[in-house]
């Protein structure tokens, strides 16, 4: 395990893969660590250098008091990847963690080559309903909210008190701090990236699952339509988190997008 002190906060995080291949940086969702990305790196880490890191509040990253700022979230990514000594890499983003993709593209364009955005958008949300979570969790934990939430995570094949995965991933999201959480909420309720993300010019590849229940696949075009040339492309079988239900999908989808770009 390796941790780094940055921008004010300690980062867990990981890299895997080929130490002289193109760099691919992955940025998971609200309520998840860097696991979820497991299948899709072991697919990469043949031919590329693959970077795995926990964010603010998450996994076993540092949770520091509620709210958080977009800006938070962004300038703790730059200052890992500086870190780490990283340029041009291909930023891979689930939900918040594609916001915090298209964030650092419009920050620090010198740290990104290309974006994949999965399940995500450049608004996600009311601020009402961030606000219901907010208070929600807060005054009576994850847990409380958890049923709800994996109704919109995963199909609902894969909740299957018979399917183990389910149970662990479950786990995985209650067992988030609440501050990192909630905070994380905060952030997204603030959040409205239609300026800075309509003005990116740079390759981007947005997917989503076709039973996506938090960034249904409209709201995922209606990113992708922002973007000039970019592609937009749906996962069969996949609630929110395709990397976890569809893997082999998600990972034909990059591997795909990594050759046409010629990062490989």
């Known amino acids: 395990m390796a941790f780094a002190r940055v921008n004010g906060v ?10 002289d291949g193109p760099t691919v940086v992955f940025s998971n969702s609200l309520g998840t660590d860097f696991r979820i990305w497991n299948e899709v790196s072991a697919a990469l880490e043949p031919n590329y ?36 000594g990283v340029k041009q890499a291909v930023v891979v983003g689930l939900s918040v963690g594609g916001m915090i993709a298209q964030g650092i593209a ?3 364009p010198d740290l990104v080559k290309a974006l994949v955005l999965c399940d995500t958008a450049h ?3 009311t601020a009402e309903a961030w606000n219901a979570r907010i208070d929600a ?15 919109r995570w995963f199909t609902p094949g894969y909740r299957s ?7 662990g991933y479950t786990n995985m999201l209650t067992r988030t701090p609440v501050d990192g959480y909630a905070g994380t909420c905060a952030a997204l309720r603030d959040t409205d990236l239609t300026a800075s993300t309509s003005a990116l010019k740079l ?6 699952g076709d039973q996506d229940g938090s960034t249904p696949p409209d709201l995922v075009r209606t990113t992708a339509n922002l973007i000039e040339g970019s592609r937009f492309e749906i996962v069969n079988g996949a609630g929110h988190i395709p990397c976890v239900e569809q893997p082999d999908q998600t990972i034909a989808l990059i591997t795909g997008f990594l050759k046409e770009i010629g990062w490989q």
Do not use: W
């Open 10 to 19: 300690v980062l867990h995080h990981e890299v895997r893969g080929r130490a």
């Open 49 to 84: 250098r693959v970077v795995l890191y926990d964010k603010r509040g998450h996994g076993l990253s540092e949770a520091t008091p509620q709210p958080y700022r977009m800006d938070d979230h962004v300038s703790d990514l730059a200052a890992l990847l500086d870190h780490l």
């Open 106 to 108: 419009a920050a620090r």
């Open 123 to 125: 608004k996600i949300g």
């Open 137 to 151: 969790v807060n005054a009576n934990g994850i847990a409380s909210i958890g049923d709800a939430i994996m109704e």
């Open 161 to 167: 008190p018979e399917n183990p995965a389910f149970a």
């Open 203 to 208: 390759p981007v590849l947005c997917i989503v």
